[in-house]
């Protein structure tokens, strides 16, 4: 029996930025409707993995669309109960496989403007030398998530085709995530890799002014208030509250007309202590409402910066929910080699994030091995002073794409 090892990393250094969305959303102009369906299915697995990741009491950090970008070039090979199991957790239909290449191109559109925020993507696959992939399957990969194939020495030099693998997930990710894979998840039975990488660079609409930052109590949950580094700024943003939590959106520079619009929502609760009843009424549906209430407001916002490094293992959470043929024997990805005797044997995500007053560095890697066995008057201002544990989104706002997702209990 072949093992498939899945890793994925996030990284991402940041400011703060994001938008809304509704169900089909009809509130942003402009939208690329056709990725609709699949984005529908992106917000949804998020939320999904969101409430099922065990992050204990602590900080918590990953990127839905590495996840769901590696699961799904493995699912290209499952076939069976075993594909409709992936399928119906991803959330995918045939049309996703379709999109899914373009949705790409659409995210890497790129402006010259060197203060520009900017997304990387990459998608490739390790093949032992000697190792035949079935033809379909190698041009479903190409076709769909713009796969490109390299030959290396498992079998012979597992700890070489480690270093190579690790220098192209470090060289995809600008040197935030350099040791993906060990000598614990790839060996010498290894036969089969398959790696995601999402770099994203990103600059505040709104930067804040370093000297406005200062030191001021942030209250983690169950602790004394700790000090930290409080950015601080006035401006336009959008911005949603309720009788629970206030929401706000910040955008990042963006320099062409074509490319991603980018920002990031955090949502905090009114209560220090409501950060578990704000987890609770997460949901995709509230989410959705939310965004669409969203209106402009003039906002004093004062944000911790903060850096959050994670290491998730994903197989008991993608079990529970509900991929649990692909762990096991009872696995079928013969539309890989041919044969059934490939399951996954290990499925780890790791992050980084760092964010601070200019603006947002992100990246993510995945990997899969496969081993034998505008206001007229004046308004008031909104504070917005994030001093306790709050959630945070990053997405691309025309689709409504969530590419990062966390939660900070502690900066």
Not at 162 to 191: F, G, M, P, Y
Not at 203 to 225: L, R
Request: hydrophobic share 40%; proline share 4%.
């Amino acid at each position: 029996m072949k093992y498939i090892y899945f890793f994925l990393v996030n990284l991402m250094s940041l400011s703060f930025l994001l938008h809304s969305n509704e169900n089909h959303l009809d509130i942003l102009p402009g939208i690329p409707h056709k990725f609709d369906v699949l984005n529908e299915g992106n917000r949804q697995f998020a939320f999904d993995l969101f409430h099922q990741l065990n992050c204990q009491k602590g900080n918590c950090f990953f990127s839905p669309y590495s996840i769901s970008t590696v699961f799904g070039m493995a699912s290209v090979g499952a076939r069976g109960d075993t594909a409709k199991e992936m399928q119906k957790v991803l959330y995918l239909t045939p049309y996703s496989y379709q999109a899914a290449g373009q949705f790409a191109q659409y995210l890497t559109v790129h402006s010259d403007a060197k203060d520009a925020s900017f997304i990387d993507l990459a998608n490739d696959i390790w093949v032992q030398d000697g190792l035949n992939l079935l033809p379909e399957f190698q041009e479903n990969l190409q076709n769909q998530y713009q796969t490109k194939l390299h030959t290396v020495n498992f079998e012979k030099q597992p700890l070489n085709s480690i270093k190579i693998i690790n220098e192209w997930v470090a060289s995809h990710t600008n040197n935030k995530i350099q040791q993906l894979l060990s000598s614990a998840e790839v060996t010498d039975k290894t036969r089969l890799v398959l790696t995601s990488a999402i770099y994203m660079k990103g600059n505040w609409v709104h930067e804040f002014d370093q000297k406005g930052t200062n030191k001021a109590p942030f209250y983690a949950i169950e602790k004394h208030p700790i000090q930290v580094d409080m950015m601080n700024q006035t401006a336009k943003f959008l911005f949603y509250s309720d009788e629970n939590f206030s929401m706000v959106e910040m955008p990042y520079l963006n320099r062409s007309r074509n490319g991603p619009q980018l920002s990031m929502v955090i949502l905090l609760p009114n209560e220090r202590n409501g950060l578990e009843n704000l987890e609770k009424d997460f949901t995709v549906n509230n989410w959705h409402q939310w965004i669409g209430e969203m209106k402009s407001h003039r906002v004093h916002l004062s944000l911790p910066k903060f850096k959050i490094e994670d290491k998730i293992d994903l197989n008991q959470t993608l079990i529970e929910l509900g991929m649990t043929k692909v762990f096991n024997s009872q696995a079928d990805f013969s539309g890989i080699t041919g044969n059934k005797d490939l399951f996954i044997s290990k499925a780890i995500h790791k992050s980084f994030l760092n964010v601070d007053e200019k603006g947002t560095e992100a990246a993510a890697a995945s990997g899969i091995s496969m081993n034998l066995t505008s206001v007229l008057i004046p308004e008031p201002t909104q504070e917005f002073l994030v001093d306790h544990p709050f959630i945070f989104l990053i997405m691309e706002r025309n689709t409504g794409a969530i590419l990062f997702m966390g939660r900070v209990i502690q900066p």
